[in-house]
């Protein structure tokens, strides 16, 4: 019975460790410990990944309309169809990254935190891009 106790007691220490290192390392990385703070469940989880998407896509969506706002015809037109063409990648990009988890129930967060992800990517792109015709 004490082997028993002194194994768990070690794997609760392990876990403690891992989880520790975990937020350290996720930390000194600039990343968000916790995207979801209190959710315990898989659906909690499922809903607070695609409340991370809408919220980037709201971002990506502003700024979108700001540089077409502030284009001519011409670039519009270009612009787009560039944007056309990133959300087919984005699309299949995370299709393709969520992939293995196809059927299971955490199939729904990882495909919303990757369009999340690849999202706010292009929110950059668009940020810097408006920065640099902001310079002109």
Request: aromatic residues 8%.
């Amino acid at each position: 019975m004490k082997k028993f106790l002194r194994a768990g007691a070690l794997c609760a220490l392990l876990a403690a460790c891992a989880a520790v290192a975990a937020a350290q390392g996720a930390a000194a990385r600039g990343e968000q410990e916790d995207p979801c703070p209190g959710a315990r469940t898989q659906q909690e989880l499922n809903q607070c990944a695609s409340r991370a998407f809408q919220k980037a896509d709201a971002e990506l969506n502003r700024l979108y309309q700001q540089l077409l706002k502030d284009a001519g015809a011409a670039e519009r037109a270009k612009l787009r169809a560039a944007q056309l063409a990133w959300i087919k990648f984005r699309d299949a990009h995370c299709e393709y990254e969520a992939f293995g988890n196809q059927g299971g129930s955490i199939y729904p967060m990882v495909y919303s935190f990757c369009l999340a992800e690849v999202t706010r990517g292009r929110v950059g792109q668009f940020r810097d891009t408006l920065r640099e015709t902001d310079e002109r």
